[in-house]
């Protein structure tokens, strides 16, 4: 039945009223609101998500056979374990590096470290490891250590830190081709807060038949392992050595492998490494007002599971962004973690249940 022109003209009225209110709306809430924080809300009408990942059975237990779990995954094992390289661009986060090197030293051939004496904004910094060596005594002679100089003062536009951190991505590269890697060595690339698990490495090691290139599913984290966040980290990858392997932190294959690691977010022993980050990282733009870096408002974020940036969720369904606001919930459960961060609990119990409470 044709609808009768009066009533065609009171929707169209409708729908002019309805978008002069949204524009309203947005022009007073962005009176009082960071426009950045609006884009987020909205981001569900102008963004779409990535194409999903496909996810590889992951099977483990303990006192398991190798060549048994091997069989489980579709794989064969192996005569000898292949080598393992594990690749880092470092910057400050110290008491992670060594959890992280703690947990992976009996599976690594070498350890390759890059830092810069510059951060990805351009700013002067220590080189923290290098000043530390003696504390990563235990490694010692399988540690590939890299200095990245860059030119302090750097005037960075919105791409300058992604500009500097690619750079030091490839200089990466020279620093692994030397290190004594070989075509079909596995090499690990992520962050220095993206630990893969001493099972995973020890799979891949002694398995054929693994993906030549596969993400690593880490179970996520922000602050401490006291607040498990609800989606999981996938820019850690394993690469099977070849010519054309290229150091990178971005997607490079679809394949991933679950319940791979952990991956600690802005997990820091006192609240100045917070403000260092902070100001650091290629996201630095972030941080919008000075009081961001008080110590006495991060101490507070960080023990309630706030977010240090006040920004909403990155989501693509508005159910997704609703259900996902406010503080991250709190988890009593120190299971299934690092086993060094259990052994030597009272050294890191800033990491664990009910230690949020931080020096400065």
């Not at 426009?35 to 996810?55: E, G, V």
């Not at 060595?185 to 807060?193: G, Q, R, T």
């Not at 319940?259 to 902070?278: I, N, P, Q, T, Y």
């Not at 991060?298 to 159910?319: A, H, N, S, V, W």
Request: proline share 6%; glycine share 6%.
């Amino acid at each position: 039945m044709a609808v009768r022109p009066s009533f065609r003209m009171s929707l169209h009225k409708l729908l002019y009223i309805v978008i002069v209110l949204v524009l309203v709306s947005s022009a007073v809430i962005g009176i009082f609101i960071p426009f950045q924080k609006i884009s987020y809300f909205f981001r569900p009408l102008w963004d779409k998500p990535p194409a999903p990942f496909k996810r590889l059975p992951h099977y483990y237990a303990e006192n398991v056979s190798m060549e048994h779990l091997c069989n489980l995954h579709g794989w064969s094992i192996r005569s000898e374990p292949r080598h393992i390289f594990d690749a880092i661009i470092f910057s400050n986060e110290l008491d992670l590096l060594e959890i992280r090197w703690r947990e992976l030293n009996p599976y690594v051939s070498r350890f390759v470290i890059l830092e810069s004496n510059i951060t990805f904004t351009g700013k002067p910094k220590p080189l923290y490891f290098a000043t530390n060596q003696a504390r990563f005594a235990f490694a010692e002679g399988k540690i590939v250590h890299g200095v990245f100089h860059g030119q302090a003062g750097f005037r960075w536009s919105r791409e300058g830190p992604f500009l500097l951190e690619s750079k030091q991505r490839g200089a990466m590269n020279g620093l692994i081709r030397n290190s004594g890697i070989a075509y079909g060595d596995l090499l690990i690339m992520s962050d220095a807060d993206e630990i893969p698990s001493p099972h995973t490495l020890k799979l891949l090691q002694w398995c054929d038949g693994v993906p030549p290139v596969m993400h690593l599913e880490l179970r996520n984290y922000m602050y401490s392992f006291e607040f498990p966040v609800d989606y999981n980290s996938w820019r850690a990858a394993v690469h099977t050595y070849q010519a054309k392997t290229w150091y990178s932190h971005s997607r490079k294959t679809d394949l991933i492998f679950p319940d791979a690691g952990w991956h600690c977010s802005f997990c820091f022993r006192k609240l100045k490494e917070f403000v260092f980050k902070m100001t650091a990282y290629s996201h630095a733009d972030r941080v919008r007002r000075k009081d961001f870096l008080s110590y006495s408002r991060i101490q507070k974020i960080i023990c309630g599971g706030d977010d240090l940036f006040d920004m909403l969720p990155e989501e693509y369904t508005f159910r997704e962004l609703i259900k996902k606001m406010g503080p991250i919930p709190k988890s009593a459960s120190a299971v299934h973690l690092p086993a060094y961060l259990i052994e030597n609990a009272e050294k890191f119990r800033f990491l664990l249940p009910g230690g949020c409470l931080r020096s400065v």
